[in-house]
């Protein structure tokens, strides 16, 4: 297991991972940009720092970069002579956008050192006061990773996520990471929004507010993010989210021509298509196995046992893992 690891940022997903690590044993050593989470972290024994220097020079095995990413240029260049003064230190990162990120760690001069990183976990809070340690329960983690991404590297932050936080991993490349953010998250923020924007802008909105139940909270929990926050994940996958917003206003077009022409096949089609996708969320039980990493290839390989649904669940060695398979049954368009 990973000792020593310090945390950039202590917002919600800093702070929960901070909180997380150091319930289960791990030195977790902080910086914010501002102090005033620091007196409640350190009741909880998180140790906090005053300045980037002082957090390089504690030596944590990993260094996590929780920030914002508008302010990321600003900190890697300031981590650049740090890290190249404790070369041992490996970078990651939580970001939702990992082509950005990987290549603003590139132009910093610190692609050596860095395995991006990200943890599908979250909620519409914000803040220190919002995190939580239980963020991460059974949460999946994607490690962005290069043809130049040092195997060791790679394999800490494997293990500190996998043993350390007890979750799950798979292994991408940043361009996979970032369209697949897009469908599953970046372009359902910008729905959700819709949402409550054709709400407010409707004329009956307080009878329908006031009829508002389960489904309609479901599908717009994540509208109540942030807008400032919301907008910047956007806006950093922009190439993608654009693409999906015209396919997925493709749909809708679609469905309302069907419905002004009472074509019945094809409304029955469009209820229909998204079956594999229940049966994949009604699964219950998950087939287990191993799966052995090459070292030529490594990265290839784990991409596509992340393809076919495996995750990694547990170490066996430093090139033999566990692996768990939630995969979609075949249907729809590949």
Not at 178 to 206: F, G, K, Q, W, Y
Not at 228 to 252: I, P, Q
Not at 318 to 324: A, L, S, T
């Amino acid at each position: 297991m990973v000792g020593k690891v310090g945390i950039i940022g202590l917002g919600l997903i800093g702070g929960s991972l901070a909180r997380r690590l150091n319930g289960n044993g791990v030195e977790v050593i902080a910086w914010n940009h501002r102090p005033h989470p620091y007196a409640a972290a350190q009741a909880e024994g998180i140790r906090c720092v005053g300045t980037l220097a002082e957090l390089a020079a504690a030596e944590p095995q990993v260094l996590v970069l929780c920030n914002p990413l508008k302010a990321m240029p600003g900190i890697l260049d300031e981590l650049k002579p740090l890290l190249d003064a404790h070369p041992g230190i490996t970078l990651t990162d939580v970001g939702s956008v990992k082509g950005m990120v990987r290549s603003q760690v590139e132009q910093a001069g610190l692609g050596e050192c860095y395995v991006g990183a990200h943890p599908m976990a979250g909620n519409e809070l914000s803040g220190w006061s919002a995190a939580d340690p239980h963020l991460y329960d059974d949460a999946l983690w994607a490690i962005t990773v290069t043809q130049h991404t040092d195997y060791r590297r790679f394999l800490t932050i494997a293990e500190l996520i996998v043993k350390d936080c007890g979750n799950r991993v798979i292994v991408i490349d940043s361009d996979t990471h970032d369209r697949a953010a897009a469908l599953i998250s970046h372009m359902p923020h910008v729905v959700a929004t819709s949402l409550i924007n054709e709400l407010v802008c409707n004329p009956d909105r307080n009878i329908a507010a006031a009829l508002a139940a389960g489904s309609w909270r479901d599908m717009t929990r994540v509208a109540l993010t942030d807008p400032n926050r919301t907008r910047a994940m956007v806006e950093e996958d922009n190439v993608n989210v654009e693409g999906l917003l015209r396919s997925m206003a493709a749909r809708l077009t679609a469905m309302a021509d069907a419905l002004h022409d009472g074509d019945v096949d094809t409304i029955g089609g469009f209820f229909a298509e998204g079956q594999p996708f229940r049966e994949y969320k009604h699964a219950r039980e998950f087939a287990e196995g191993e799966l052995a990493i090459p070292e030529a290839g490594w990265q290839q390989a784990l991409l596509e046992s992340a393809r076919r649904g495996e995750a990694i669940i547990g170490f066996i060695d430093e090139h033999r893992v566990r692996v768990r398979v939630h995969a979609m049954p075949t249907g729809g368009t590949d």
